[in-house]
């Protein structure tokens, strides 16, 4: 990390700086009134909730995105609503680590290091390649054992992760001056996420910067010396960390206000039908039941959901009465048909149910969507309009009209909350005690603790496999954390 | 030796298992001049195949190869052999149509078969006016060239291996080659980094085109002749070497020495069908039938993923 | 308030646009026709007798319906998404016609039988097309690729360079007309109307469409992927045979060529017809007006004298051209 040692020269000078920064698509505003800077040897947590301007925020920073008004100023050369912005972040030196993974799964590992590293010399370049991104892992990840001439696709994706964090502090023709990690850990497992934690706090006494988004708060607490808090596209709290406690962060996030007394008293008193569904992996649901599956996000929960739905309709014939319907969390890969209006992507699962034989009942269709138009709130005057001309909340609305307008007993939900607005949210709650009342079977995989905590039995998992069953009063934060958490605390 | 290892050795053994056939059909095929026979027309079908890797590489695909070679060798046994001034520069010009062509398939997002597909009545259409009746000849040092007594080996096999062997350090050893199969693994990854995507494609196209034009001319030198119909059937052999060699229709995954190896195995697959005395009606069919099978056989090596 | 009046503006703007967007998406077939319409009148400019107008819409109404029969095949074939496309059209026509005509033999009496050939041979082709995209998990193109090699020999094989000759009855009918519409053209309005409702009306348009832009989704939604991709293969190969049958008859017989300039047309009236290439958003009345633009193109290059070369060459720049000025920038991830 000699190379870095220069930076601390510039101490007095910010690495970027935002005033006023404001970012829109359309209508929807992403980012308002957004002031920010960073030092050099500062890492700054950045949390809030899902949809909070998190990932636009770090796009401004990256210059992947040119804020629709506002000032960016990358290391004191001004640069304002102008396309070069990601050159500017990159010649300064600002890095990022992306959720999605953004290697090209074909390349090397030593390959991939050469497209972010735009100047690299010709010559040698391989074995060059080669030593860089070898030094860059054995200094983050001491032991790691990954081969620079393996394909990337080969490497399991804990591997991949690390190779492409190792990427991103890789010593270039520009040093790394700040680093933008978004959610580096989430397919690490505890020691190696360790590593990279103490790696960082190194980095940061070197005079690096780091931006560090992560939804544990445990790491932020242990490597962040200062904590943005965001909602709603503003930063609404911007201190050192030493400001903050657990709970007071909690708070300033804006928890969800937890479930009403009288659901708590309904769900205490309820009693279920039948076994209706067993998976081989122990999963199961009584009629009547809403199951949650609980962990962190990516351990599996998503993959058995799609198989059980899939086990349980086919390929080959569309059943008037089907066992199961699906919920989609990722709207867009599992849900949306994106040039259809919203009355055709409401019908969908229904067609077969509401026709008979071999043409669409239209007038069905579109009693079916004005039902559903009033009954869960889709906010437009024409259904007939576009289902991508609505908000991401009211999209979600239609998956949900979608799946709950069938008559299948069990309803299969991946996690289909996300970037949903809280009173969305309150409604469908609701909708789905009540179809659970009726007794109809939820499946519900929620990365959110709220959620899970509005079930009646708890499955969760982690890294592929149910680790505990929680039920009743079993159910607590504070058990789902544990659990989940489980091998880290033991490996600490 | 695991499945992967397999997958890779698959066309060296296709095309070893193809021979041994071959040569014990035929004994007297096991010597220079038997070998220079089987593989006569191995080069300009290698270099086609490695063009159609080319775009393969970028997730594209090119259906007017077969064409475009025709005319390349329409224009070769004319006015290079006449006018080589005039020549060169329609060959010139013809390599940036292509790089053309990539950029804009990329910039207006348009399906590259359905441009291709287009693409293809042009070069035809090219050919044709160039070239209305089968004639024109080699230039000299093209003739000598194709046909030279190199020791050992004969040119129809030297070639082949020189071409797989400069493709391969071309595209898996290079930084160019490294930016080029990146657009094919993930276009945005390479945007995000900086890098046109637009000129690399425009790269691939172009660099598709003049192997291409190298392919042409080299049918030329062998056949010492042209017509507008010549290779035709380049589009489809093309894309069959590069599937047979290992690579991948998306992805970015291409091997060129695989898709050299293809392109030896399908030249040999047309000998051996007619050592078998297969009738003529069969020929075509049969190679359907091979491809068929090759792709089938690659099946019980690609790990088995989630159709959907 | 001022946030409501903000809302309200918003809408309306985002209404404006969505209505927009709508009606360029319906200009995008329409400009098939006025292209048709355009390139019709100029060459009536070099064709100076009275009648030319009449017969050259005939012609162009009786060849036109050849392309919009394979089609409509092709458009749902398209409408399956990206990397959906059947390149064995023309040797399913091919081998249709030619077992249908050897079948029959001249003999009038055998039409129906005939029919259902040139039909079976077109199912036969489908399933085997999809069998090797299902079983063996070939990509569409290549798969139907090679399939049409094989359906090329075995047409080879049963038709040894003969030409044989349509039954009387089918040769009259496929040649004559009903009230100044040649029956041709009857038959692909009718085949284009059944299309226009299972495309927009059925339960299955529905299905192919929701396959097309988004297989995973539309397979979570209940959708029979599976079977819903066969039919479409089946069907497209069903009128490819069709379509070779009726050419076979029109032309005086079945021709191991006459299906090749379809494997280009079919898909070039699909995209010059306003369909999207990418899948999940067809139109069938663009398939008429781009059939007709793409004969009428060909007549007047050959109304003007020029070659089969340059012919060939403008044929292929317009389809590229019409494709990349149609082209909806902004593909779908």
Request: charged letters at 15%; hydrophobic letters at 50%.
């Amino acid at each position: 990390m000699i190379q870095n040692k220069k930076v601390i020269g510039t101490h007095e000078v910010p690495i970027i700086t935002l005033a006023e920064v404001a970012v829109s698509f359309g209508a929807v505003k992403a980012l308002s009134d957004v002031d920010f800077r960073i030092m050099p040897g500062e890492c700054v947590g950045v949390v809030g909730h899902n949809g909070a301007g998190k990932s636009t925020f770090v796009n401004v920073i990256n210059g992947r995105l040119s804020p629709t008004s506002g000032i960016v100023n990358y290391a004191g050369d001004n640069a304002q609503a102008d396309f070069r912005n990601a050159d500017r972040a990159r010649t300064v030196g600002i890095r990022s680590v992306f959720q999605e993974l953004s290697l090209c799964p074909n390349l090397t590992v030593l390959e991939n290091l050469r497209i972010p590293y735009r100047n690299m010399p010709l010559k040698n370049w391989r074995k060059e390649a080669g030593q860089v991104v070898k030094k860059s892992l054995d200094e983050i990840f001491p032991g790691n054992g990954i081969n620079p001439y393996s394909v990337v696709a080969d490497l399991p994706i804990a591997e991949r992760q690390m190779v492409e964090i190792a990427i991103a502090f890789s010593q270039r023709d520009i040093d790394a001056r700040l680093v933008i990690l978004d959610e580096p850990t989430s397919s690490l497992d505890g020691s190696i996420a360790e590593q990279l934690l103490s790696y960082i706090k190194r980095f940061c006494e070197e005079g690096g910067s780091i931006i560090f988004i992560s939804h544990m708060l445990g790491e932020i607490f242990d490597v962040a010396t200062r904590i943005v808090v965001m909602k709603d596209g503003r930063i609404i709290d911007d201190n050192l960390v030493s400001k903050f406690s657990r709970d007071t962060l909690v708070d300033a996030m804006g928890h969800v206000v937890p479930d009403t007394p009288e659901i708590q008293v309904a769900k205490k008193n309820r009693s279920f039908g039948e076994e209706v569904l067993r998976m081989e992996n122990g999963l199961s649901a009584r009629k009547g039941e809403i199951i949650g599956l609980a962990g962190l996000a990516g351990h599996g929960q998503a993959e058995v959901l799609a198989a059980c739905t899939l086990a349980r309709s086919s390929d080959w014939l569309a059943s008037r009465n089907p066992q199961v319907v699906f919920v989609a969390g990722d709207r867009a890969r599992d849900g949306l048909m994106p040039l259809w209006s919203i009355m055709r992507n409401l019908s969908l699962q229904t067609l077969v149910e509401f026709s008979r034989g071999f043409w669409i009942n239209r007038i069905k269709e579109a009693s079916l969507a004005d039902r559903w138009h009033s009954k869960i709130g889709i906010k437009t005057d024409n259904l007939m309009n576009p289902i991508l001309s609505l908000s991401g909340g009211n999209q979600q609305k239609v998956l949900f009209s979608r799946a709950l307008a069938s008559s299948a007993p069990i309803v299969v939900m991946d996690d289909p909350m996300r970037g949903v607005d809280v009173g969305t949210k309150m409604e469908v709650y609701r909708m789905i005690r009540s179809e659970a009342e009726k007794g109809r079977t939820f499946l519900w995989y929620s990365t959110e603790t709220d959620e899970i905590l509005e079930c009646d039995r708890v499955f969760v998992f982690r890294e592929g496999e149910i680790v505990s069953e929680l039920t009743g009063d079993e159910i607590t934060e504070d058990n789902l954390l544990r659990t989940s958490f489980a091998m880290q605390e033991s490996i600490q | 030796m695991n499945r992967e290892h397999l997958r890779a050795l698959l066309p060296f053994m296709s095309l070893a298992i193809l021979l041994a056939a071959v040569f014990y059909m035929q004994p007297r095929a096991m010597s220079y001049f038997g070998l220079n026979l089987l593989f006569n027309l191995a080069i300009p079908v290698a270099l086609a195949t490695v063009a159609q890797m080319m775009i393969l590489m970028i997730n594209d695909i090119d259906l007017s190869i077969g064409t475009f070679v025709s005319f390349c060798a329409c224009v070769t046994a004319t006015f290079v052999q006449s006018d080589p001034v005039i020549g060169y520069a329609i060959l010139a010009g013809a390599i940036l149509v292509y790089a053309g062509m990539g950029a804009i398939i990329h910039v207006r997002k348009l399906p590259a078969i359905v441009v291709t597909l287009g693409m293809s009545f042009f070069w035809a259409g090219m050919a044709i006016l160039i070239l209305p009746s089968p004639g024109g000849s080699a230039p000299d040092w093209l003739r000598t060239m194709m046909t030279a007594k190199t020791p050992f080996l004969p040119v129809a096999i030297i070639a082949p291996i020189i071409i797989g062997l400069s493709m391969h350090y071309f595209v898996k050893r290079s930084a160019l080659g490294v930016l080029l199969r990146g657009v094919g693994g993930n276009e945005q990854a390479i945007e995000r980094s900086g890098w046109s995507v637009l000129r690399l494609k425009a790269v691939a196209y172009g660099i598709a085109g003049l192997l291409c034009v190298l392919s042409g001319m080299a049918l030329v030198g062998l056949a010492t002749s042209a017509d507008a119909n010549i290779a035709l059937r380049y589009t489809l052999l093309s894309i069959a070497g590069v599937i047979l060699g290992g690579g991948e229709f998306t992805g970015g995954r291409v091997s060129p020495i695989g898709a050299v190896v293809g392109a030896l195995t399908l030249t040999l697959a047309a000998s051996f069908l007619s050592f078998l005395h297969l009738s003529s009606d069969w020929q075509i069919g049969a190679q359907g039938a091979i491809l068929i099978l090759v792709l089938a056989a690659r099946l019980i090596f690609t790990r088995r993923e989630a159709t959907i | 308030m001022k946030m409501i009046e903000n809302k309200i503006d918003a809408h309306a703007t985002h209404s404006a646009l969505v209505r927009g967007l709508v009606s360029f998406a319906k200009k995008q077939w329409i400009w098939a026709y006025f292209a048709a319409g355009a390139t019709y009148f100029v060459t009536l400019l070099v064709v100076p007798t009275g009648g030319g107008a009449g017969a050259l819409l005939y012609a162009a109404l009786t060849f036109a319906s050849f392309a919009v029969i394979v089609g409509v095949g092709q458009m749902f074939v398209v409408t399956l998404g990206p990397g959906n496309v059947d390149l064995s059209i023309p040797a399913t026509m091919t081998l249709a016609g030619t077992l249908a005509l050897k079948f029959m033999d001249t003999d009038s009496s055998l039409v129906v039988p005939g029919i259902l050939i040139a039909i079976g041979v077109g199912l036969a082709c489908g399933l085997f097309n999809f069998s090797l995209i299902l079983v063996l998990r070939i990509p569409p193109i290549i798969a139907t690729l090679s399939s049409s090699f094989l359906f090329q020999s075995l047409a080879i094989w049963s038709n040894r360079g003969l030409r044989i000759k349509p039954p009387e009855v089918l040769a009259n009918f496929s040649t004559g007309g009903f009230g100044g519409v040649p029956n041709v053209a009857i038959i692909a309005v009718l085949v284009s109307i059944v299309g226009w409702f299972v495309l927009e009306r059925a339960i299955a348009g529905r299905w192919i469409s929701a396959v097309g832009q988004n297989q995973r989704a539309a397979r979570l939604a209940g959708v029979p992927v599976n079977a819903v991709r066969l039919g479409v293969y089946t069907g497209c190969a069903v009128l490819a045979g069709l379509t070779g049958f009726i050419l076979a008859c029109f032309s005086g017989g079945a021709n191991l060529n006459m299906g090749t300039e379809y494997m280009l047309m079919s898909i070039a009236v699909v995209v010059i017809g306003g369909s999207s290439i990418a899948g999940g958003n067809s139109n069938v009345p663009g398939i008429w007006g781009a059939a007709l633009f793409m004969f009428l193109i060909v007549s007047m290059l050959n109304s003007y004298g020029l070659g089969a070369g340059v012919r060939l060459m403008l044929t292929g720049l317009i389809i590229v051209s019409v494709v990349a000025l149609a082209s909806r920038t902004g593909r779908r991830p």
